[in-house]
């Protein structure tokens, strides 16, 4: 476990997050995508940093959820989940995240 940075399209967060979820977020490009990563538990998000208000602030984002429901995306995946992080001082979206569940 280690503290890591993970993008997203309106800022970044720097999260505890395991090997395996450090490895889903690689896509090779030298950096780590938040969305690639399923839905992180806030208490994991130690900081984060929101592009709208240019500024760091420790401790975690906002989860705002768009939708639940139960979308099949493929035969073997079922969409449960989707949402937002989003910064905790202007509720600008950092990045998305999806959960989904195998049938
Ligand atoms: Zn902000």
Known sequence: MTDTQLHGS?????????DEQAKNAD??????????????????????????????FDGPTKIRIEEQNNEEVSDELILIERGQYTCHKCDSIIAEYRVFKKK
């Open 27 to 56: 896509l090779g490009v030298g950096k780590l995508f938040l969305s690639k990563v399923e839905k992180l538990d806030t208490e994991k998000i130690i900081k984060h940093y929101c592009k709208n208000c240019d500024s760091e």
């Open 10 to 18: 309106g800022g970044w967060v720097i999260a505890d997050i395991t």
